[in-house]
């Protein structure tokens, strides 16, 4: 919609056939927005929609703006059409024709009746909705009109974006989250059993009523673009229903899991057993050893063994049940449980392997230095030495004997060393315990 030129003197006959002219132009651009408004999409779902909220609120102002449109549209077409008539009395209008022809294009000379139908909500141009009638130039008409449109146009555009958006979007992850229902059952995951069940009971609630709220007051679905005066300018709010398909694909994901649990159940629950059954073993092993340990070992602190985990073994049980009462939704978080329990039972199991075990590893690796001395004392051809013969032999007594004193022998093996480095030149092994002189005996 355009606007007119500015008001001034009495116009000359050039002047009043071009502002007619003008008039023209700007009756028919008028007349061609307002017919598309009245026949806007958005404005016929408005029309006939039970609205709520603000969405009615707005409606009831743009309807009675629509109404007062029209209603200011045929004031200013018979203004024109009775500026037409007077140009056309004569091909040279007179001196009163065009006084009459500037009051008529340039002066308040346009009266547009109020009625109680047409502007009990639209608002006029100076807030005065109490007056009968109104007079407008037909300047101060075409931008009373050209508020009007811009105002009624951005609440039917916005409306129907809403529209256009939502609802679909809401339809469509409703049928989603029917066929996630669906599955959900199949696998045992209902509401009031797995949380995963009360989720999609929640999740259908509120789509439910979110559409009934966007189909009644798509207006509180609204966000306006910052800054923007373009009728329309903005977009659907897709916060509430954003929230909704999140919290469905988070279900979806446990579902994936459950139905996972149920493909590959019996494999997992083999391997537990397999990995319990590693973890027993080891603690039976671990058993064995410290029964060695005390019996070849003196002096030695040895760990307590504990027994198998009978509570593990119990949950697997449980779990097994789950299995064979096809109770995904329950094997699932149990499975998850269990195979962490168990691969850490099997690092204790063998963590007490190796605490008990210890005391021989020390003995074993005080018989490997020893005899790898008696091999270097060969190699230098002091075999026969009587007196490195007397260390070794006491040595190794220490160590072959049971229960063998760790602590004793691994100072005989260090003065056997001592008096190997001596013979050797060598420089001398360091002892935990006071140095022997060659003239000691063992």
């Keep these: 919609m355009?606007?007119?030129?500015?008001?001034?003197?009495v116009m000359d006959r050039d002047e009043v056939d071009r502002a007619l002219a003008r008039l023209g132009a700007e009756h028919e651009a008028i007349e061609t927005s307002l017919l598309a408004l009245q026949d806007h999409a958005g404005r016929r779902l408005l029309e006939g929609a039970e609205l709520t909220g603000v969405t009615k609120e707005r409606w009831e102002s743009a309807d009675a703006s629509i109404t007062l449109l029209w209603a200011y549209f045929d004031a200013y077409s018979d203004a024109l059409h009775s500026a037409r008539g007077i140009r056309s009395r004569?091909?040279?209008?007179?001196?009163?024709?065009?006084?009459?022809?500037?009051?008529?294009l340039r002066?308040?000379?346009?009266?547009?009746?109020?009625?109680?139908?047409?502007?009990?909500?639209?608002?006029?141009?100076?807030?005065?909705?109490?007056?009968?009638?109104?007079?407008?130039?037909?300047?101060?008409?075409?931008?009373?009109?050209?508020?009007?449109?811009?105002?009624?146009?951005?609440?039917?555009?916005?409306?129907?974006?809403?529209?256009?958006?939502?609802?679909?979007?809401?339809?469509l992850l409703s049928a989603e989250l029917q066929r996630t229902r669906r599955l959900a059952h199949s696998v045992g995951v209902r509401p009031g059993e797995h949380p995963s069940g009360d989720d999609l009971e929640r999740i259908t609630r509120t789509l439910t009523s979110l559409r009934e709220q966007v189909?009644?007051?798509?207006?509180?679905?609204?966000?306006?673009?910052?800054?923007?005066?373009?009728?329309?300018?903005?977009?659907?709010?897709?916060?509430?229903?954003?929230?909704?398909?999140?919290?469905?694909?988070?279900?979806?994901?446990?579902?994936?899991?459950?139905?996972?649990?149920?493909?590959?159940?019996?494999?997992?629950?083999?391997?537990?057993?397999?990995?319990?059954?590693?973890?027993?073993?080891?603690?039976?092993?671990?058993?064995?050893?410290?029964?060695?340990?005390?019996?070849?070992?003196?002096?030695?602190e040895v760990p307590v063994v504990s027994g198998p985990p009978t509570a593990l073994q119990e949950q697997l049980a449980t779990a097994a049940e789950y299995r064979r009462h096809a109770q995904w939704h329950r094997l699932s978080p149990l499975l998850e449980s269990l195979e962490q329990k168990a691969e850490d039972e099997l690092?204790?199991?063998?963590?007490?392997?190796?605490?008990?075990?210890?005391?021989?590893?020390?003995?074993?690796?005080?018989?490997?230095?020893?005899?790898?001395?008696k091999a270097k004392v060969a190699r230098h051809g002091l075999a026969e030495d009587p007196f490195l013969i007397e260390r070794y032999d006491a040595a190794r007594r220490m160590l072959?004997?049971?229960?063998?004193?760790?602590?004793?022998?691994?100072?005989?093996?260090?003065?056997?060393?001592?008096?190997?480095?001596?013979?050797?030149?060598?420089p001398r092994v360091p002892q935990s315990g006071p140095e022997d002189r060659r003239g000691e005996s063992s």
């Excluded at 004569?90 to 008529?104: A, K, Q």
């Excluded at 319990?276 to 058993?287: G, I, K, N, V």
């Excluded at 064995?288 to 019996?295: K, P, Y």
């Design 400 to 426: 072959w004997s049971a229960p063998c004193d760790l602590r004793v022998a691994e100072q005989a093996v260090l003065r056997y060393q001592h008096a190997v480095a001596e013979l050797l030149g060598a």
């Design 107 to 171: 002066g308040e000379s346009v009266t547009v009746a109020g009625s109680a139908t047409a502007t009990a909500n639209a608002p006029t141009l100076h807030g005065n909705s109490g007056k009968l009638s109104e007079r407008f130039s037909l300047v101060t008409l075409v931008e009373r009109m050209n508020e009007l449109y811009a105002t009624s146009l951005d609440m039917v555009v916005a409306a129907d974006a809403v529209w256009s958006a939502l609802p679909a979007r809401i339809d």
């Design 347 to 373: 690092l204790r199991a063998r963590e007490s392997l190796t605490a008990v075990t210890a005391p021989l590893a020390i003995r074993a690796e005080l018989r490997g230095r020893l005899d790898a001395y």
């Design 215 to 300: 189909i009644s007051d798509p207006l509180a679905f609204w966000q306006p673009a910052p800054g923007s005066s373009a009728p329309g300018g903005g977009r659907p709010d897709t916060t509430a229903y954003d929230r909704e398909a999140r919290a469905l694909e988070d279900v979806r994901r446990e579902i994936d899991a459950v139905l996972t649990v149920r493909q590959d159940a019996e494999a997992r629950l083999v391997k537990l057993r397999d990995v319990l059954s590693r973890a027993d073993r080891t603690l039976a092993e671990a058993r064995l050893a410290r029964g060695e340990v005390l019996a070849k070992i003196a002096a030695t």
């Design 90 to 104: 004569r091909r040279w209008s007179s001196r009163e024709d065009l006084v009459e022809l500037t009051e008529l």
């Design 2 to 9: 355009g606007v007119t030129g500015p008001p001034g003197p």
